[in-house]
């Protein structure tokens, strides 16, 4: 059983910047990568930045040199640091881990889901 709630969410004005945040709970033996995506009304869901265990990242043209994804493993927590944002970073963002809850299961969660608005 694990669960990830999100928080930072919020409305900025284009140039700003927010900070999301993820932690998960429950039980947990491990937790492998971490990402965030983002879905806009009609739209797929994509990926905008993932980090491993082992610290490597990568992110979406989209964001590349804006965003900044981090984690904590001692606080099992990830992060989104979002800088001069856009209004097409408009969209609800939700964060994923893969995370092994037993010695047998290993799957992917999901968070709750932050609406993250960007508009003058």
């Known amino acids: 059983q694990v669960q990830l709630v999100e928080s930072g969410g919020g409305l900025v004005q284009p140039g700003g910047s927010l900070r999301l945040s993820c932690a998960a709970s429950?039980?947990?033996?491990?937790?492998?990568?971490m990402a965030w995506y983002r879905q806009v009304p009609g739209k797929q869901r994509e990926l905008v930045a993932r980090?491993?265990?082992?610290?490597?990242?990568n992110y979406a043209d989209s964001v590349k040199g804006r965003f900044t994804i981090n984690r904590d493993n001692a606080k099992n927590t990830v992060y989104l640091q979002m800088s001069n944002l856009k209004p097409e970073d408009t969209a609800v963002y939700y964060c994923?881990?893969?995370?092994?809850?037993?010695?047998?299961?290993?799957?992917?969660?999901w968070g709750q889901g932050t609406q993250v608005t960007v508009s003058s």
């Open positions: 994923n881990m893969q995370v092994r809850s037993s010695w047998a299961d290993q799957r992917e969660y």
């Open positions: 429950g039980t947990l033996f491990r937790i492998y990568d």
């Open positions: 980090i491993t265990s082992g610290g490597y990242t």
